[in-house]
């Protein structure tokens, strides 16, 4: 049952990077996926949020709220693909919240340890401190092959890139313990739903992409 959930997993993997390919290679299937993904990540926030909140008026603004950002978010990735400087700054902090969550997985999973947070009990700090050095050495390794320069900016924005990711992840994996349930949907066999794989990405890119404005 474990190895039969491993593969799956793999296998979604493998997809999900042809598919971020994809989407770097055509703008069609850029905007497709946008639209679906926006939608189905709209649709289990909706069911997570009127699991947890009961007052109307307080339900219709966290969803409104969620919405318009995820619209947003949307909007503004399909801009900035279109410019090839942004485009490229765009998937390196892609790739470097990917990971994050990578590091984090394979790091907690080897080395254990301590428990980062009662929010998500998987969570451990060992892997906290994996994603960390992964989207350090991606991050680093993206930026000093597209133009050649390192130094200690870069390594600032990977870290603050990384830690907003996990706090992406952790905000979700609290809304999840809320709601009662494992995860957000089964869109992505072996990963759970969409918010499940998007969840540090909504945070670590916005967040990733300001400390360059910032710094750079």
């Not at 497709?32 to 649709?43: E, H, Q, T």
């Amino acid at each position: 049952m474990i190895f039969r959930d491993y593969k799956k997993r793999l296998i979604t993997s493998f997809f999900l990077f042809f598919l971020i390919y994809l989407i770097i290679k055509f703008d069609a299937i850029l905007v497709y996926s946008l639209i679906v993904l926006g939608v189905v990540s709209i649709v289990e926030f909706l069911h997570i949020s009127n699991k947890i909140f009961k007052k109307k008026l307080f339900l219709i603004i966290v969803n409104f709220s969620f919405i318009f950002y995820i619209a947003f978010f949307c909007i503004t990735f399909f801009i900035f693909s279109s410019f090839f400087e942004l485009k490229i700054i765009l998937y390196t902090l892609l790739f470097s919240c990917a990971a994050s969550d990578i590091g984090g997985y394979i790091t907690g999973k080897f080395f254990k340890g301590p428990k980062l947070t009662k929010v998500s009990p998987n969570k451990t700090v060992s892997g906290s401190l994996g994603s960390l050095i992964f989207t350090i050495m991606i991050f680093a390794i993206l930026i000093f092959y597209f133009t050649g320069n390192f130094n200690f900016t870069i390594i600032i924005i990977a870290v603050m890139t990384s830690i907003f990711c996990q706090i992406g992840d952790l905000f979700f994996s609290f809304l999840k313990r809320k709601a009662a349930i494992k995860d957000t949907g089964n869109f992505f066999p072996g990963h759970g739903g969409v918010l499940d794989r998007i969840d540090g990405i909504l945070l670590g890119i916005p967040i990733g992409y300001t400390t360059l404005a910032f710094l750079l």
